[in-house]
């Protein structure tokens, strides 16, 4: 018997966890052309080399990757990521897979942003 319904590959790659973020940032930035979608890229690009994702899961880095881009747009910038990895290293905020790789993704953030 034969179907037309498409069935993905049992075992497809997955796309890392730095992947999804960067994707996400650029994404954020994609409707607009020009100097956001570029600093938005180029940014996505910085955090992937400087490893931010590096010790979070795919979970944790669609959240990460929205939280940045938020603090990104609206002028929080460095200070609000320093102020969420100290709330996640305190357990202020929770329901995170691995928080403190999440508090790394946030803390090379700003770090990131300082830098440039």
Do not use: K
């Not at 990757?65 to 905020?93: K, N, Q």
């Amino acid at each position: 018997m034969t179907s037309d319904n498409y069935c993905p590959p049992s075992n497809p790659t997955d796309p890392t966890p730095s992947q999804i973020a960067a994707d996400l940032i650029v994404t954020a930035g994609a409707t607009r052309r020009g100097a956001l979608g570029d600093v938005l890229r180029s940014y996505a690009d910085q955090l992937v080399t400087a490893g931010a994702f590096s010790d979070v899961t795919a979970r944790d880095a669609r959240t990460v990757a929205a939280t940045i881009v938020w603090d990104l747009v609206h002028g929080d910038e460095a200070t609000a990521l320093r102020e969420r990895a100290h709330a996640v290293a305190d357990g202020l905020w929770g329901g995170w897979d691995h928080p403190s790789g999440v508090g790394h993704a946030f803390t090379v953030a700003a770090n990131v942003i300082d830098a440039t």
